[in-house]
């Protein structure tokens, strides 16, 4: 479950792996990993076998939630539905995370992050243009569904502690996303007028110049917004006062909204020649809104969130020291003193195979010479 964030707040997560399957963002080498596995345990087993599928049952036994995010014949090919996981533990809940949801004709369909992103419609309401369908850059979705999968899970246990009951959740990352575009398809039905991808034009918001621009250096960025008069003025007096400025077409908010892509492209030709930092300090303290576009690198430096230790440094048994980000809130009750780095493939073997399940030392050797646990 992305982010990890049961694992972060407490809970003991084993993820089950494979040898075959742990590659890729699955690799326990990949920063992908690292980053949001973090806080969790991890075993392998080898899924083909059916010794291995009753080891999963001998921890459901144990556990309060069993978490899965196969397509809907996975787990039933392996006799590991809700109705079997009831079977040895009654009040069990479980959530199932696939793409499309566990009905409907496309039920069977897998994809990633960006797919759902894509048919949600948060890939072209996102873009530049609608010639040019870029949307986000990373799997939004995956983070999106996960944190959707984490309050269900809250919310079955809140149920279960007052009634006595499992849950089984069926949840769709593909439903997740859509469930984002609310007041899209809003504006959609009740002012029938097509939506169109917007870029950073700022139709709804009463600015401008209103974007994200150049600054010196490769790939650097700043975002400006101008909503009032003062704040104009300031700026045109920021600028030098420049002849272009006095004209009648940048007279009024309104005017400058109607030629905001001229005015955009003389702000940028101002901004592109100085340093993003220094071109948001100045504008800043003149009373006007603006911020860095900022890169990974930047959020380390970020003096804000290193001052509110969001950063956390792990010493990873593989990849020597690690950096990842803290939760967004404080709590008495959680400390990253007590975190762990993300596990290494089968690292918690001994631990979940001995102490949990009760093997001994035969049946383990046994299990990893057949190629049960790989």
Same mark, same amino acid.
């Given at each position: 479950?992305?982010p ?63 978490v ?51 048919l949600s /419609?948060?890939?072209?309401?996102? $873009?530049?243009? %609608?010639?040019?369908? &870029?949307?986000? @850059?990373? =799997?939004?979705? *995956? +983070? ?10 809250l ?10 009951? /499992?849950?089984?959740?069926?949840? $769709?990352?593909? %439903?997740?996303?859509? &469930?984002?575009? @609310?007041? =899209?398809?809003? *504006? +959609? ?21 209103? /974007? ?13 917004a ?11 007096h ?18 400058r ?10 702000l ?23 911020g ?83």
């Amino acid at each position: 479950m992305r982010p990890g964030s049961l694992a972060i707040l407490g809970a003991e997560v084993i993820k089950v792996q494979s040898k075959k399957t742990a590659k890729g963002a699955e690799s326990d080498g990949s920063a992908y990993f690292r980053s949001w596995n973090r806080n969790k345990k991890s075993i392998i087993l080898d899924m083909d076998y059916p010794e291995a599928r009753e080891v999963v049952l001998g921890l459901a036994r144990l556990c309060d939630v069993v978490v899965e995010n196969f397509s809907p014949r996975v787990m039933v090919n392996w006799g590991l539905t809700y109705g079997k996981l009831k079977e040895v533990k009654p009040d069990i809940i479980m959530l199932s995370m696939s793409a499309m949801g566990q009905t409907g004709p496309w039920r069977d369909y897998v994809g990633y992050g960006q797919t759902m992103q894509a048919l949600s /419609g948060m890939t072209y309401m996102t $873009s530049w243009d %609608e010639q040019s369908p &870029s949307g986000l @850059g990373q =799997a939004y979705a *995956d +983070v999106v569904s996960g944190l959707y999968g984490v309050v269900a899970v809250l919310a079955a246990l809140e149920y279960r502690d007052q009634n006595g009951r /499992g849950q089984y959740i069926d949840l $769709s990352q593909y %439903e997740a996303m859509c &469930s984002l575009m @609310g007041p =899209a398809l809003l *504006d +959609v039905s009740v002012n029938q007028r097509d939506l169109l991808p917007k870029g950073n034009s700022a139709e709804e918001e009463p600015a401008a110049p209103y /974007g994200c621009y150049p600054c010196l250096g490769k790939d650097r960025w700043c975002v400006i917004a101008v909503y009032s008069e003062a704040q104009w003025h300031a700026l045109c007096h920021i600028l030098g006062d420049p002849s272009w400025a006095k004209e009648a077409r940048f007279s009024a908010l309104t005017l400058r909204k109607q030629h905001a892509e001229e005015l955009n492209g003389l702000l940028a030709r101002w901004t592109a020649t100085r340093a993003a930092e220094d071109t948001v300090k100045l504008l800043q303290e003149s009373g006007i809104p603006a911020g860095v576009v900022q890169n990974a690198r930047d959020l380390t430096f970020d003096p804000q969130l290193t001052s509110r230790e969001f950063f956390v440094k792990f010493e990873h048994p593989a990849k020597g020291t690690m950096v990842v980000d803290n939760l967004p809130m404080k709590s008495d009750d959680i400390s990253a003193d007590y975190w762990k780095p993300a596990p290494c493939l089968g690292e918690d073997n001994e631990y979940v195979f001995f102490q949990l399940l009760g093997f001994n030392e035969n049946q383990f050797r046994d299990y990893v010479k057949r190629g049960i646990i790989r």
